[in-house]
């Protein structure tokens, strides 16, 4: 899981929050399993769990504003339970899926101008210092690029989530520039 390659890992994410957004939940499912198989490299039948894991608790998230956390943060507890065994990598599922689940609030409340972008950026700093064993410094930068990745997605779903608009590739722009950040600052720090 730390030796992931950034630029697919990207792309299927950018993939997975247009097809979350328009709430086509296959072309999901489908851009769960590449980002479960590049991001954690876990053997397939564990992918295709995670994914399937990853695509229910978004659908447990999704709705607004009758979500239920507690089933988002359920399954991503199991999603961490199979990252864990399959990455050997020493963390508590419990704390990771909580921490998970923190920066979706952060995103829904910066969606709905609630919370602040610095909200973001440290709830997603603290998942990926949590889950990697790094410092949280390092992994910043990381996170301030998949926030602002995140801004641009809610720009797009404000303007009416255009399949083909340009903010879809400058978002997949700013992933890839997150992930390599994040490779870099977990390859240093392990």
Known sequence: MRDFDPVRLGG???QAWVAYYRRHWFTFLRAAI???????????FATLRG?????????AWAPFPDNDPDRARALMRQFYVDVKRY?????DVDKAATLEVDWWRAHRNLQREEG?????IDALADLYAYVYHAPKA?????????????????A?????????????????????????????AISVSS
């Open 138 to 154: 390092m992994v910043q930068p990381a996170a301030a690029h998949r926030a602002e990745a995140m801004v641009i997605s809610d």
């Open 116 to 120: 602040a972008l610095s909200l973001l």
């Open 51 to 59: 994914a399937w894991l990853v695509l229910r608790a978004n659908q």
């Open 87 to 91: 990455s050997h990598e020493s963390f």
């Open 34 to 44: 590449g980002m479960v198989r590049v991001g954690f490299g876990m053997p397939w």
């Open 12 to 14: 299927y994410e950018a």
């Open 156 to 184: 797009w779903v404000a303007a009416g989530c255009d399949p083909a608009s340009p903010a879809i590739t400058a978002e997949r722009r700013e992933l890839v520039a997150g992930y390599t950040l994040l490779r870099k």
